[in-house]
Every structure is written in C-alpha cells, then in structure tokens.
C-alpha cells in the first residue's frame, strides 16, 4: 500500500508557474513509476507525465509537452511536477499517482495508488 499527498497547487495568472509535489508514504515508492494526471470539471481525468523507478525517463502528454517538467527525488519519497508558461486550459485538479506500468502507460484505470489531488487554477 502506498499512500500519496499532493500540494503546491493555486491560483496563477496565465504565463505564470506553480510546482506541484507529491509525497510517498513507504520507501517502496521507487519501486512504482509514477504519474501526473489531470481534471478539469466535467471532463474525464486525463494523463498530464510519467516518470520512471530512477527519473532517468519521462512522457508527457501533447498538451503540456515543453511547459511541463515530471522529477522524482527517492530519497525524499517526492515526485514534483514543474508547471511553466500555464494557460487558463490547464486549470484542473491534478493527482499523481503509482502504478506498476509501463512508462508510456496514459490510462488512468492502470494505476494502483491515487493522492486525493490539488487544485490548479489559471486565470486569464
């Protein structure tokens, strides 16, 4: 059982920059890749980054590709995921999650564990 904690979300104006992070309760946190998805109201969670066991690969969703950084540090048991030049279509609420998968795994149904989110908003 792992147990995840996001934060770093808020308010930002478009152009701006947030850092999310992600605590892991359990060491065997660099045993999962893990993942940054996204959900915006009334539509279905979408795959945002994945970052593999040691950090060395990432992959990013189209939409965020260029903007967005996915960091894993495992000795703090902390994924982050670093937001740049955001749009008003990138407010959502935002949970990382870990899953024994594959790095380009986008499905959401293919993770195991979930933190409960934190909100991004962008305004315009």
């Known amino acids: 059982q792992v147990q995840l904690l996001e934060s770093g979300g808020g308010l930002v104006q478009a152009g701006g920059s947030l850092r999310l992070s992600c605590l892991a309760s359990?060491?065997?946190?660099?045993?999962?890749?893990m993942g940054w998805f996204r959900q915006a109201p009334g539509k279905e969670r979408e795959f945002v980054a994945t970052?593999?066991?040691?950090?060395?690969?990432?992959y990013y969703a189209d939409s965020v590709k260029g903007r967005f950084t996915i960091s894993r540090d495992n000795a703090k048991n902390t994924v982050y995921l670093q937001m740049n030049s955001l749009r008003p279509e990138d407010t959502a609420v935002y949970y990382c999650?870990?899953?024994?998968?594959?790095?380009?795994?986008?499905?959401?149904?293919?993770?195991?564990?979930w933190g409960q989110g934190t909100q991004v908003t962008v305004s315009s």
């Open positions: 999650a870990a899953g024994q998968v594959g790095l380009t795994t986008t499905a959401a149904s293919r993770y195991d564990y």
């Open positions: 359990r060491s065997t946190f660099r045993t999962y890749r």
């Open positions: 970052i593999n066991y040691n950090g060395g690969s990432t």
